[in-house]
């Protein structure tokens, strides 16, 4: 009963979590220009486009924080995630993609021991809004992950994720979402979770068992 009282729980954050993403503003570093700290980790980039990473040390004996910033060319940097290290709260983004004014990342949230949820998230560069958001599985499980997304100019987006199950097998999932709504593509426990690629033809690719699959993604 615990177990599904914090399922619960989890699934109430959750969708407060999307509520808020959307409606509430980015923070951002008004009148300072597109540069990335030495100390930060550079995890996307398009030309001079680019998100990164800040981890700062917290007060002795609390976790570190984290803090994720974006900028496009020429603009000003905005913070579009941040949270803290801790073993029982963590917040992380494990992927993310640009291209051109649109930025797309994985969001996993850990609540509590045991429990983790991962969104996909899409902005737009120049006004830090949210385009698109949902959740990066199909099913809810006990630890959701996220591997690899890809963007197009127009927002669309393409992505894998994958759940652990209760007996510790991951089952990886492919999706997309264009003007057709999202799709999920593909799902397996062979599916590579570190390959995913956009072709100059307007394709998303992905590995299964060795074999390149692939999709349009207009």
């Known amino acids: 009963m615990l177990r599904i009282s914090a399922s619960r729980r989890a699934a109430t954050a959750l969708g407060m979590l999307a509520i808020l993403i959307f409606a509430a503003p ?44 974006a900028c496009e060319r020429g603009g000003a940097p905005f913070r579009f995630e941040h949270g803290d290290t801790g073993a029982s709260s963590l917040t992380d983004v494990p992927a993310a ?8 990342y994985g969001r996993v949230r850990k609540y509590g021991l045991g429990t983790a949820r991962a969104l996909v998230i899409v902005r737009h560069l120049r006004t830090h809004k949210v385009t698109f958001v949902r959740r990066a599985v199909s099913k809810t499980l006990e630890l959701e992950s996220f591997h690899r997304v890809v963007v197009r100019s127009n927002g669309n987006v393409a992505w894998i994720a994958s759940n652990i199950d209760g007996e510790g097998i991951s089952t990886y999932e492919v999706y997309k979402h264009d003007q057709n709504g999202t799709v999920r593509l593909d799902i397996g426990t062979d599916i590579a979770r570190g390959y995913l690629r956009l072709t100059s033809g307007g394709r998303v690719q992905w590995k299964r068992d060795g074999a390149l699959k692939s999709a349009p993604l207009s």
């Open 26 to 69: 980015a923070g951002r570093a008004a009148g300072v220009p597109c540069r990335v700290p030495a100390a930060a980790e550079v995890i996307a980039r398009d030309g001079s486009s680019k998100a990164w990473r800040v981890t700062t040390g917290g007060a002795p004996g609390a976790p570190d924080r984290r803090s994720y910033f």
């Open 97 to 104: 993609a640009i291209r051109g004014r649109r930025f797309a």
